[in-house]
């Protein structure tokens, strides 16, 4: 019998019962309104023809497939994330029915940069959750295989630091930030495993961390004794390992982003790159609502440097890229290459004392309250 729409005895809402070509449907409408029950119930029973003729590839809508994806495992915060925009935006759109063109809208409506937005961005932040959305229901055959061209990625030259220059970047830095520094330059973390590191997960004696990484998988660090130098000068030994300082104030925390956006060191990272002569250029604008100018520096590398100079320090010193890949937690080797012959053996001694806090004679690791201004 066709679906009609029915009263349930103790609910306020609406279903919808019936059997469309032997299949039995009794379902929520999900409104106690007569009148969208019934467009609801004309919607399904046209759902429900459809598939039986053509099959599920003609009804299965973005948000269902959305559903199914994060019942089948745990995704992480960052996935969730870009997953929530992504869903707005498509809403019940049917799978089959997304294209390129739906794609390049996607960047403009849910990107702050709209189509400007950078090649890398346009990828994190909307082809890469959706084509695994799409790529899960394709495996059930309820669309085709995702095929969309992907932003290409303008080749940069990887920037990193020698000795001198990351001591140089250490003593300059604002005090409480130098351990930060120290710690980045010394394990190749990246900066979100390191702003969420907990001092549960510290093991000094023993010289190791583990952090948890964007995959949400763990990674077990060893320390060089220039990081356990700079961690046993932090004055706590419970919460966050790095925490941030307002005046003469240490907060409990640096601002969580939720691994979706970063700059919480962005000002006393300028700062220690201006101060140690490291490249950059000065902006300069009016804010809104000012007549009177402002200038910045803003620095050519990103603290996000500070992984590759562990990198190649690492290859210098061990000449191993699969020891690299494993300790540095990447995903495959291919990654780790472009590490390779970076930094010239001239400066392999130089790395291993930097690292074994051997010439440092200047340099204060231990985190003065309000000594300087920084984040």
Known sequence: MPLSVVKRKGRESLYIRGTVRGQSIYECAGTP???????????????LWEESVYGKRAVVTFASAVSAYLEAEQRSETTLFHIERLLRHFGTRKLNAIKQEDVDQAYKAILSKGAAAAPATKLRGVLTP???????????DWCDKPAFASPKIPRTKMQFLRPNEATDLVNEAAPHVRPLLVFLIGTGARMSEALELDWRDVDLPAARVVVWQKQDTERHIDLPPVVVLALSGLPHREGRVFRPYRGQAMGDAYHDTGRNG???????????????????????????????????FVPDLTPHCLRHTWATWHYCIHRDLLRLKEE??????????????????????????????????DIVLTCQIGARKGN
Request: with cysteine; proline share 5%.
């Open 130 to 140: 959706l084509r695994a959305i799409l790529e899960f229901a394709a495996l059930r």
């Open 328 to 361: 540095g937690g990447w995903q495959t080797i291919g990654i780790v290459t472009r590490y390779a012959k970076k930094m010239p053996d001239y400066h392999r001694e130089g790395v291993i004392r930097w690292l074994a806090h051997m010439d440092w004679p």
């Open 33 to 47: 309104d007569p009148q969208q029950a019934e467009a609801f119930r004309a919607k399904r029973e046209a759902e």
């Open 262 to 296: 970063g700059g919480q060191i962005k000002n006393a990272w300028a700062y220690a790159c201006k101060r140690s002569g490291l490249p950059g250029r000065e902006r300069i604008w009016i804010p809104k609502g000012s007549l009177t100018e402002k200038r910045t």
